[in-house]
């Protein structure tokens, strides 16, 4: 597993994308990169630092190459493109005849993208999580990348409202535009109220901290309500029940897996 932070070198065979070389006969899965070609693959590193710091530029170079012909002849190698937004990432605008599938966590993103492709469902793998022992009282929790489309500051003056003694942010700071606009004058509002805990690998942990989760947006894929149940922790969020692939064991999806990328 290759990726920009370092959250995941410990967890299984990993390495830096720095450390990214592509093979004839790899299948290679990729998530949250907007690839347009095949060469960008022997470039990775330099595409990801490209899609931090130049997004407008970026936007209409996309523009532009998403109606390059994407051609897959003889490259070697089999592409998985594994997708878990909706809006955040559009398949339509990518280059998406580059993969040979298209990997989603919902089967109601089928409807959302509306593209012809080979493609498979298989939900995230689950976290082992268990009943906290020992909850603190009226402290609150907001799970998730801070970023306009999940409407975080709705969820700490939900909270707040609430009379929550605290409200910690567990997530990556993915719009700065947005933290400062909405969730600093917060901060203001209710000092000593908020606090911004970052990413924090270890789910437990964050389940153990915190008596109450809030959520804006509700997602049919989400897991932090199946979170919340199986941690004892209160759920403040919209309430989209589960639908048969949430349901699904480890060695389930891992079987789906398996057929998906046909091995």
């Given at each position: 597993m290759y990726g920009p932070d370092n959250w995941h070198m410990d967890k299984c065979k990993s390495a830096k994308l720095s450390d990214f070389?592509?093979?004839?006969?790899?299948?290679i899965i990729v998530h949250n990169i907007k690839l347009f070609?095949?060469?960008?693959l022997y470039k990775i590193e330099d595409k990801i630092e490209e899609l931090i710091k130049k997004p407008i530029l970026n936007?209409?170079?996309?523009l532009f190459v998403r109606h390059l012909p994407g051609s897959r002849k003889n490259i070697g190698i089999k592409l998985i493109l594994s997708c878990q937004e909706n809006d955040l990432f559009p398949i339509r605008q990518l280059n998406y005849v580059l993969f040979d599938k298209i990997h989603h966590v919902h089967s109601s993103q089928i409807n959302y993208h509306k593209i012809m492709h080979r493609h498979f469902v298989c939900p995230n793998f689950g976290n082992h999580l268990i009943a906290s022992e020992h909850k603190p009282i009226k402290v609150a929790g907001v799970i998730g990348s801070i970023r306009?489309?999940?409407?975080?500051d709705i969820s700490i003056e939900k909270a707040l409202q609430d009379e929550m003694e605290t409200v910690t942010l567990y997530g990556y700071l993915i719009d700065p535009v947005y933290y400062y606009k909405q969730i600093v004058p917060l901060v203001k509002k209710y000092p000593g109220k908020i606090r911004f805990a970052g990413f924090i690998d270890d789910k437990q942990k964050i389940y153990d901290s915190v008596s109450d989760v809030y959520c804006t947006v509700g997602r049919a894929?989400?897991?932090?309500?199946?979170?919340?149940?199986l941690t004892n922790t209160r759920y403040h969020g919209p309430d989209i029940a589960p639908i048969g692939e949430e349901s699904m064991t480890n060695d389930q999806i891992f079987n789906v897996w398996?057929?998906?990328l046909d091995l």
């Amino acid at each position: 597993m290759y990726g920009p932070d370092n959250w995941h070198m410990d967890k299984c065979k990993s390495a830096k994308l720095s450390d990214f070389h592509p093979e004839n006969g790899d299948i290679i899965i990729v998530h949250n990169i907007k690839l347009f070609s095949v060469a960008e693959l022997y470039k990775i590193e330099d595409k990801i630092e490209e899609l931090i710091k130049k997004p407008i530029l970026n936007s209409l170079k996309n523009l532009f190459v998403r109606h390059l012909p994407g051609s897959r002849k003889n490259i070697g190698i089999k592409l998985i493109l594994s997708c878990q937004e909706n809006d955040l990432f559009p398949i339509r605008q990518l280059n998406y005849v580059l993969f040979d599938k298209i990997h989603h966590v919902h089967s109601s993103q089928i409807n959302y993208h509306k593209i012809m492709h080979r493609h498979f469902v298989c939900p995230n793998f689950g976290n082992h999580l268990i009943a906290s022992e020992h909850k603190p009282i009226k402290v609150a929790g907001v799970i998730g990348s801070i970023r306009k489309e999940n409407k975080t500051d709705i969820s700490i003056e939900k909270a707040l409202q609430d009379e929550m003694e605290t409200v910690t942010l567990y997530g990556y700071l993915i719009d700065p535009v947005y933290y400062y606009k909405q969730i600093v004058p917060l901060v203001k509002k209710y000092p000593g109220k908020i606090r911004f805990a970052g990413f924090i690998d270890d789910k437990q942990k964050i389940y153990d901290s915190v008596s109450d989760v809030y959520c804006t947006v509700g997602r049919a894929w989400s897991m932090v309500k199946k979170e919340c149940a199986l941690t004892n922790t209160r759920y403040h969020g919209p309430d989209i029940a589960p639908i048969g692939e949430e349901s699904m064991t480890n060695d389930q999806i891992f079987n789906v897996w398996e057929k998906g990328l046909d091995l």
